[in-house]
T-cell receptor, first 113, second 110 residues
Framework: DVKVTQSSRYLVKRTGEKVFLECVQD?????MFWYRQDPGLGLRLIYF???????EKGDIPEGYSVSREKKERFSLILESASTNQTSMYLC????????????FGSGTQLSVL | EDKVVQSPLSLVVHEGDTVTLNCSYE??????LLWYKQEKKAPTFLFML??SGIEKKSGRLSSILDKKELFSILNITATQTGDSAIYLC??????????WGAGTKLIIKP
């Protein structure tokens, strides 16, 4: 079975802390994505990666960075967490190409106090 | 600017009812439209639509795309409490970027 694993289901951090969200997929997918999901706003793309060490900004990259050192792992980093980064973060991986379908992790609910 | 709009934003019906969820889009270079179901955890894939007028069906769920009027509908017949979820619509553009709608929250009352 296809699997995308996010390291934490719930996280509580303080303003100014550095936060790491980890995502691992076991499907050998080229593409990986980080989204945040807020009520009424749907899924908004933060960053995506289409290959190891490659990254592209999404719609809302400010305040975030990413790392993809290995194909199966895509990390989202909040250098200095702020309260407006309280959100549900979803990682996804996809096959790419014509039949692109995304497989999502279970999400990390991050609260920044 | 490309956008995808889902309606209604939320919907409450009784078990056994039929529901229709809407997804309209304005996307410059349309490639396909995707429907996902999100319960408490990860969104799961339902349908991919690329051609107008061809209904995709899976059990009590079906979906169709109208590329002339730029919308898709997702129908659920004989709803069950397990259909309660957020239903997400996304359009894939020619660069394989996904543009997401805000979702429709569906609640099925027993």
């Amino acid at each position: 079975d296809v699997k995308v694993t996010q390291s934490s289901r719930y996280l509580v951090k303080r303003t100014g802390e550095k936060v790491f969200l980890e995502c691992v997929q076991d499907m050998d997918h080229e593409n990986m994505f980080w989204y945040r999901q807020d009520p009424g706003l749907g899924l908004r793309l933060i960053y995506f990666s289409y290959d190891v060490k490659m990254k592209e900004k999404g719609d809302i990259p400010e305040g975030y960075s990413v790392s993809r050192e290995k194909k199966e792992r895509f990390s989202l980093i909040l250098e200095s967490a702020s309260t407006n980064q309280t959100s549900m973060y979803l990682c996804a991986s996809g096959t790419g190409g014509v039949d692109e379908k995304l497989f999502f992790g279970s999400g990390t609910q991050l609260s920044v106090l | 600017e490309d956008k995808v709009v889902q309606s209604p934003l939320s919907l409450v019906v009784h078990e056994g009812d039929t529901v229709t969820l809407n997804c309209s889009y304005e996307v410059t270079n349309f490639r396909s439209l995707l429907w996902y179901k999100q319960e408490k955890k990860a969104p799961t894939f339902l349908f991919m639509l690329t051609s107008s007028g061809i209904e995709k069906k899976s059990g009590r769920l079906s979906s169709i795309l109208d590329k002339k009027e730029l919308f898709s509908i997702l129908n659920i017949t004989a709803t069950q409490t397990g259909d309660s979820a957020i239903y997400l619509c996304a359009v894939v553009d020619s660069n394989y970027q996904l543009i997401w709608g805000a979702g429709t929250k569906l609640i099925i009352k027993p």
